[in-house]
């Protein structure tokens, strides 16, 4: 057997926004979301999954939205690259959807909650080493809650190490299955669960048309060639930043330590940088 890789957004899409998505999105929900006393018990998807077009595939933006039972809409995204200005991008689609809810001459009262889940294929806060981190608005001192109304729910897939004997909840499989699908051969025999085992059938390669899969495996090249290219940018970047930081003078564990490249690599550049002089 050969899968999707879940992590390209087309992909996410179609195992969590299909038509025939329902039951797996609110397990992968309940599994992801500490929604502390309540449970998604029903939800509508917006926008079902389609086969996807390629026309205009660099500027593509695709998203799951889904509405609870009780009202409250969430926006689900995946996220391989890491773009610039992604951060405020999160930011004002989730203030953009919560808007819009309003019409004219309506109340504020009748808003309803937003919950933007964000799941990245990059590290996204070095500060700390939680898989998933929730984020709203509190008073700066006392952390005293302002309103549930907009909450920022991130998933950073490379701080999720576990190997599949390692997994014991529903979360850890859910996080294994989105990082890994696209590796496996196989549905890992501890994946007993039915919407798990489910979600691995609507990811498998044998059951896709030809034309899907053609385009579901240029999507997926499409971005990787994008992310090595980013990538690529950002560590050029950052070894310019270290040569300059050794023509200051800075230590090799400081130049490290600012740029986030290895003490290694930092040396490697300082012998250059020595062997230039005295050529």
Same mark, same amino acid.
């Given at each position: 057997?050969? &899968?999707?890789?879940?992590? $390209?957004?087309?992909?996410?899409?179609? @195992?969590?926004?299909?038509? =025939?998505?329902?039951? +797996?999105?609110?397990? &992968?929900?309940?599994? +992801?979301?500490?929604?502390?006393?309540?449970? @998604?018990?029903?939800?509508?998807?917006?926008?079902?999954?389609?086969?996807?077009?390629?026309?205009?595939?660099?500027?593509?933006?695709?998203?799951?939205?889904?509405?609870?039972? #009780?009202? $409250?809409?969430?926006?689900?995204?995946?996220?391989?690259?890491?773009?610039?200005? &992604?951060?405020?991008?999160?930011? !004002?689609?989730?203030?953009?959807?919560?808007?819009?809810?309003?019409?004219?001459?309506?109340?504020?009262?009748?808003?309803?909650? +937003? +919950?933007?889940? $964000?799941? $990245?294929?990059?590290?996204?806060?070095?500060?700390?080493?939680?898989?998933?981190?929730? *984020?709203?608005?509190?008073?700066?001192? /006392?952390?005293?809650?302002?309103?549930?109304?907009?909450?920022?729910?991130?998933?950073?897939?490379?701080?999720?190490?576990?190997?599949?004997?390692?997994?014991?909840?529903? /979360?850890?499989? *859910?996080? !294994?299955?989105?990082? =890994?699908?696209?590796?496996?051969?196989?549905?890992?025999?501890?994946?007993?669960?039915?919407?798990?085992?489910?979600?691995?059938?609507?990811? #498998?390669?044998?059951?896709?048309?030809?034309?899907?899969?053609?385009?579901?495996?240029?999507?997926?090249? &499409?971005?990787?060639?994008?992310?090595?290219?980013?990538?690529?940018?950002?560590?050029?970047?950052?070894?310019?930043?270290?040569?300059?930081?050794?023509?200051?003078?800075?230590?090799?564990?400081?130049?490290?330590?600012?740029?986030?490249?290895? @003490?290694?690599?930092?040396?490697?550049?300082?012998?250059?940088?020595?062997?230039?002089?005295?050529?």
């Amino acid at each position: 057997m050969q &899968f999707l890789d879940v992590k $390209t957004d087309f992909a996410f899409k179609k @195992v969590f926004g299909s038509e =025939h998505s329902k039951n +797996i999105l609110i397990n &992968f929900l309940n599994a +992801i979301i500490d929604f502390e006393n309540a449970k @998604v018990t029903d939800l509508t998807i917006v926008d079902p999954y389609q086969i996807p077009l390629l026309k205009g595939m660099k500027d593509s933006y695709v998203d799951v939205k889904a509405v609870l039972s #009780n009202k $409250t809409k969430v926006i689900i995204e995946m996220q391989v690259l890491n773009v610039e200005g &992604f951060e405020k991008r999160v930011l !004002y689609n989730a203030a953009k959807l919560y808007s819009n809810q309003l019409k004219r001459a309506q109340q504020y009262t009748g808003l309803e909650p +937003i +919950i933007a889940l $964000t799941i $990245t294929d990059f590290p996204m806060f070095e500060e700390f080493d939680k898989v998933i981190s929730y *984020w709203n608005v509190r008073e700066k001192d /006392t952390l005293l809650k302002y309103s549930d109304d907009i909450e920022l729910i991130f998933v950073e897939l490379p701080k999720f190490t576990k190997r599949e004997d390692e997994l014991t909840t529903i /979360t850890e499989k *859910w996080l !294994y299955f989105i990082k =890994h699908a696209g590796e496996l051969d196989f549905i890992p025999v501890t994946f007993t669960e039915p919407l798990l085992q489910e979600a691995f059938n609507m990811a #498998n390669t044998a059951g896709l048309p030809e034309e899907e899969l053609e385009l579901q495996s240029k999507r997926r090249d &499409f971005i990787y060639f994008q992310k090595g290219a980013v990538e690529k940018g950002r560590k050029e970047e950052k070894m310019m930043i270290a040569r300059r930081s050794l023509e200051q003078g800075l230590e090799v564990q400081v130049v490290a330590a600012i740029t986030g490249l290895s @003490v290694y690599e930092v040396e490697q550049l300082q012998g250059s940088k020595q062997k230039s002089k005295n050529n």
